[in-house]
């Protein structure tokens, strides 16, 4: 009898032997241009395409793309993200200094969701808002992962 195999099914591999890769996301915002403004000032991203007209920006994230589509609010546009559940998306930003950064963001007004925590597994994060309410995770590496962490996601010292 043969072992099983762990892993994805080989279906899933593209035309090269390669799983997917995840290339873009999409965010619904009230207004494309603050938005863009907002990832553009506060988080360096680069603007690689902008149509006001359209309510639409395209910004470079470090070799993925990030999309702010603006939407109408109500029934068929923007769910509230404070319904939270399903539909819910956050991106994660690596940092050289979270602590630092989520310094930085909260003087310019970004909500905290939640604050920096350190982890067993090696690593610190913390939780900010943008100005639709998309939440977005900072993280940073410890230099000798796991050392010194105080608990599975304790505070971050």
Request: hydrophobic share 45%; no cysteine; glycine share 12%.
């Amino acid at each position: 009898m043969a072992a099983a195999r762990a892993g994805p099914p080989e279906t899933s591999a593209g035309a090269l032997g390669v799983g997917p890769r995840l290339t873009m996301v999409e965010l619904a915002v009230a207004d494309s241009e603050r938005s863009a403004a907002w990832y553009r000032q506060h988080l360096g991203l680069r603007v690689l395409l902008r149509q006001p007209e359209e309510g639409y920006a395209l910004l470079d994230a470090g070799g993925a793309r990030l999309a702010l589509k603006q939407v109408a609010p109500g029934p068929t546009g923007m769910v509230p993200v404070s319904s939270g559940g399903v539909g819910r998306a956050m991106l994660l930003f690596e940092v050289a200094d979270v602590a630092k950064e989520l310094e930085r963001l909260t003087a310019v007004g970004a909500a905290v969701i939640k604050p920096l925590r350190r982890s067993l597994e090696g690593y610190r994060r913390a939780v900010v808002a943008d100005p639709d309410g998309h939440w977005l995770t900072l993280y940073d590496f410890l230099p000798e992962p796991g050392a010194a962490a105080t608990g599975n996601d304790g505070p971050a010292p």
